[in-house]
């Protein structure tokens, strides 16, 4: 018979927490005294409406270990795409200054949003995400998810700027 632990939300939080540790603090987290990470302008994001939001790419392990801590606000149609592989994504806002919308992608619809998320300044951090899988996340500033129109189930045409040296494929 399994072992059943009487308070499993706690602790998969508290499991969750040391993982995300172990993932964002490591050798790749930044140190206080280093430069945020700015990505070049590497894939856009058409809506619906036409808008076109331009994205950083995170598609290396340290610049999605890093994202977009110390970063100031990010202005309007701006965001950092981060692509996976199908998984269960979870994201924190540990050392992020300014609040964030976090859109949970998966085979080309949004499937979780994640609005207005709460600056964490040190540990331990509260982390965000669906309980199902997906395969990217992108981060606007608050408030970009609604004004935009971007909801649960909003189709999801992430354009690679192939013009740009590092282009992913």
Do not use: K
């Not at 280093?34 to 036409?50: C, D, M, T, Y």
């Not at 998966?106 to 499937?111: E, F, G, S």
Request: hydrophobic content about 40%; some cysteine.
């Amino acid at each position: 018979m399994p072992i059943r632990i009487s308070n499993p939300p706690r602790l998969r939080t508290l499991g969750q927490c040391l993982l995300s540790l172990s993932l964002v603090a490591g050798p790749t987290a930044l140190r206080a005294s280093e430069a945020p990470q700015i990505l070049p302008i590497e894939a856009e994001w058409r809506l619906p409406s036409g808008q076109i939001i331009r994205l950083e790419v995170a598609d290396e392990r340290r610049e999605q270990a890093i994202g977009l801590q110390l970063r100031d606000p990010l202005p309007p149609l701006r965001g950092m795409w981060f692509p996976f592989q199908d998984q269960l994504l979870r994201f924190w806002m540990h050392r992020t200054p300014a609040p964030l919308d976090m859109v949970f992608i998966n085979d080309n619809r949004v499937i979780a949003i994640e609005a207005n998320t709460i600056p964490c300044p040190r540990l331990p951090c509260r982390s965000y995400g669906p309980d199902s899988p997906g395969d990217g996340v992108v981060e606007l500033a608050a408030g970009e998810a609604a004004r935009l129109g971007i909801t649960v189930g909003s189709p999801v045409r992430i354009r690679v700027l192939m013009d740009h040296p590092r282009a992913i494929e």
